[in-house]
């Protein structure tokens, strides 16, 4: 089975910084994807980026990047340019061939003017 | 077009009352997907539909929960005799294609509280 650990309960971050979430997993498949997803306080999740295990170039959404270390088995979130409107629940997640997504335990950002 | 979208957005229960939560998918998606997030934890899988099979009921806690998807659009998830411990949100979340990289979007969910 696989797990998704979130280490950080919770990081506060001031408007234009940079923040780094951070997210480890444990698998024995080879392939496989991984996910960030945020939750906004009206609870509707919405996808921010995802990365493909096989990819070695590490994926990139406007301000949104991440650092993949499939050795290490850790997948982290980096915030650049930080908004008022990132403040959220933030959920690494992870998916293999049975499509289901395997989440963490999420980290709440708060992003203070 | 329209997002996923989930009936009722609140109930309320009281212990050992049957409920049956409604998931509207996006038009043509395929897959469909139910989650059950507890208070201040991440969603854990529940079950999985590709079009009106089931193929994985694996996440439900227990007989009391069963969904369907008779049609292959709309699915219910209905839990009988609900428990105090059934109280979370209950997300539902649909894809185009049964593809690991195709994306999931989820429901605002429906907030279940049972006294």
């Known amino acids: 089975a696989q797990t998704v650990t979130q280490s950080q309960p919770e990081m506060s971050v001031q408007e234009a910084e940079t923040v780094t979430l951070s997210c480890t997993y444990d698998?024995?498949?080879?392939?496989?994807?991984l996910f960030w997803y945020k939750q906004p306080p009206s609870r509707q999740m919405i996808l921010v980026i995802r990365q493909e295990a096989y990819k070695q170039q590490n994926a990139t959404e406007n301000r949104f990047s991440v650092n993949f270390q499939k050795a290490a088995k850790s997948f982290s979130l980096k915030i650049s340019d930080s908004q008022l409107g990132d403040t959220a629940m933030y959920f690494c997640a992870f998916k293999a061939a049975g499509n289901k997504l395997t989440f963490g335990g999420g980290t709440r950002v708060l992003v203070k003017p | 077009g329209a997002g996923v979208s989930q009936s009722p957005r609140y109930k309320v229960a009281k212990r050992g009352q049957d409920v049956a939560l409604r998931c509207d998918p996006i038009?043509?998606?395929?897959?469909l997907f139910w989650y059950q997030q507890a208070l201040g934890q991440g969603p854990e899988f529940l079950t999985y539909f590709q079009n009106e099979a089931q193929l994985d009921k694996s996440g439900l806690p227990s007989d009391r929960f069963f969904a369907e998807r008779p049609e292959g659009s709309v699915s219910t998830l209905k839990i009988q005799r609900t428990q105090q411990e059934d109280s979370a949100v209950y997300l539902c979340?649909?894809?185009?294609?049964?593809?690991?990289?195709?994306?999931?979007?989820f429901g605002p969910g429906t907030r279940l509280l049972v006294l």
């Open positions: 698998t024995s498949e080879n392939n496989y994807y």
């Open positions: 979340a649909s894809s185009l294609d049964p593809v690991p990289l195709e994306t999931q979007y």
């Open positions: 038009s043509g998606h395929v897959s």
